[in-house]
């Protein structure tokens, strides 16, 4: 079972506006995890958060965690045509645990 | 890119046939993940190492077994490949430090 589901699905946007990506997950988490991935490419790490953290930034981006509403957002800011991709959120219980992904949001920055 | 290779990169096989794709890390990782990766799916978890000959199955891990015979390498076999094991397969590490997983290219795997 997916662990978070992104909102939206698909996202396009003028080049220089923010984008605002939303993941919602079903149980407990340890940390949140944000990746990135280039059409047909790997996967790049952006930002972890833990669950005791409410806000955490890293350049451009920014990502808030609210675990009373199980929810997370990733903000990018001043976007770049180099930002299109898919975005994911996926959470870990801790330990060993893997990751439980979700489906991704497709970022579109027209130039 | 956490020192993670995977071979092969690409793979075309017949349904039927064994495949090993094969995960090789640099950094000493306890922690090693074989996820596969398919459309409207997202990642999803097969099986997953907590150290040498120590694995545990994952969301889908049937069909797929996996060994760890060094800290270095982690194994993912397809006993008799599927059509439905058409994927995209993706190892990680998990850096003790700070609980980010890491993830190799990638192995795109066809079954015909």
């Known amino acids: 079972s997916q662990q978070g589901e992104e909102d939206p699905q698909a996202l396009s946007i003028q080049e220089g506006e923010n984008a605002t990506m939303n993941c919602s997950y079903k149980?407990?988490?340890?940390?949140l995890q944000w990746y990135r991935q280039n059409s047909g490419r790997g996967l790049v790490h952006l930002i972890l958060i833990r669950s005791n953290e409410r806000e955490k930034h890293s350049g451009r981006l920014r990502v808030t965690l609210d675990t009373s509403k199980k929810s997370s957002s990733l903000l990018i800011t001043a976007s770049r045509a180099a930002d299109t991709a898919s975005y994911f959120c996926a959470g870990s219980g801790g330990g060993a645990d893997g990751l439980t992904f979700g489906k991704g949001t497709h970022l579109i920055i027209q130039p | 890119d956490a020192g993670i290779t995977q071979s092969p990169r690409h793979k075309v096989t017949e349904t039927g046939t064994p495949v090993t794709l094969r995960c090789h890390q640099t950094?000493?990782?306890?922690?090693m993940y074989w996820y596969r990766q398919d459309p409207g799916h997202g990642l999803r978890l097969i099986h997953y190492?907590?150290?040498?000959?120590?694995?545990d199955k994952g969301e889908v891990s049937d069909g797929y077994s996996v060994s760890r015979s060094k800290t270095e390498d982690f194994l993912l076999t397809l006993e008799s490949a599927t059509s439905s094991q058409t994927s995209v397969y993706f190892c990680a590490i998990r850096e003790g430090g700070t609980d980010t997983q890491y993830f190799g290219p990638g192995t795109r795997l066809t079954v015909l």
């Open positions: 149980t407990s988490i340890n940390n």
């Open positions: 950094e000493n990782h306890r922690y």
């Open positions: 190492s907590y150290g040498v000959k120590d694995t």
